[in-house]
């Protein structure tokens, strides 16, 4: 069975700290990709990586960073955690990109930033 | 830039009636996935529609691709609690990129 794992579920931080949040999935994808959810607003893509150590810019990459060391996992970096990135994070995976195939979603990290 | 709409945001129906949320698209799409996600849950995928002017059906869920590329709408007829969640859709564009929707968020009142 397809999966994809994120670390935490819950997580709070301090302003200023920096966070990593995991994602690992076990189906040998090609793409990952890092979303957050905010009512109203949808899922908005922050960074994907179609390969090891590759990484590109979603629509909302400011104040994030990402690894891709490996295959199946895929990093979440807030260098300097802020009150406005407090939010649902959601990892996922796919097959392929040319066309896009399903994406699986990871269960969601609700990080919030005090 | 590109954007991918869904109304209504909101829907409340009763157990029993018809739902039909909608997807429309700034640019023409080269397809289009329909995703639920529970209340609690994460986004699960349904399905997906590539040719213009197609209509999927699973079970009481009608799925359709406009003949433009450019719409989607997904129907559920006789609704049920089960039913309940929030309804993504999200369009693949001419460039590689998936663009979600903002979703509409369905109650079903038993």
């Known amino acids: 069975d397809v999966k994809v794992t994120q670390s935490s579920r819950y997580l709070v931080k301090r302003t200023g700290e920096k966070v990593f949040l995991e994602c690992v999935q076990d189906?040998?994808?090609?793409?990952m990709f890092w979303y957050r959810q905010d009512p109203g607003l949808g899922l908005r893509l922050i960074y994907f990586s179609y390969d090891v150590k590759m990484k590109e810019k979603g629509d909302i990459p400011e104040g994030y960073s990402v690894s891709r060391e490996k295959k199946e996992r895929f990093s979440l970096i807030l260098e300097s955690a802020s009150t406005n990135q407090t939010s649902m994070y959601l990892c996922?995976?796919?097959?392929?990109?040319?066309?896009?195939?399903?994406?699986?979603f990871g269960q969601g990290t609700r990080l919030t930033v005090v | 830039g590109q954007q991918v709409m869904q109304i209504p945001q909101y829907q409340h129906v009763q157990e029993g009636e018809d739902f039909t949320t909608y997807c429309n698209s700034s640019t023409t799409l080269s397809n289009i996935q329909w995703y639920k996600q529970r209340p609690g849950g994460h986004p699960v995928f349904l399905i997906q529609?590539?040719?213009?002017?197609e209509v999927k059906k699973q079970k009481r869920l009608t799925f359709q691709f406009g003949e433009a590329k450019r719409n989607s709408s997904l129907h559920i007829t006789a609704t049920q609690t089960t039913d309940v969640g929030t309804y993504f859709c999200a369009g693949q564009t001419s460039y590689d990129k998936v663009i979600f929707g903002p979703g509409t968020s369905l109650s079903v009142i038993p």
């Open positions: 996922a995976s796919s097959l392929s990109h040319s066309p896009h195939t399903e994406a699986f």
């Open positions: 189906m040998d994808h090609e793409n």
């Open positions: 529609l590539v040719k213009s002017g």
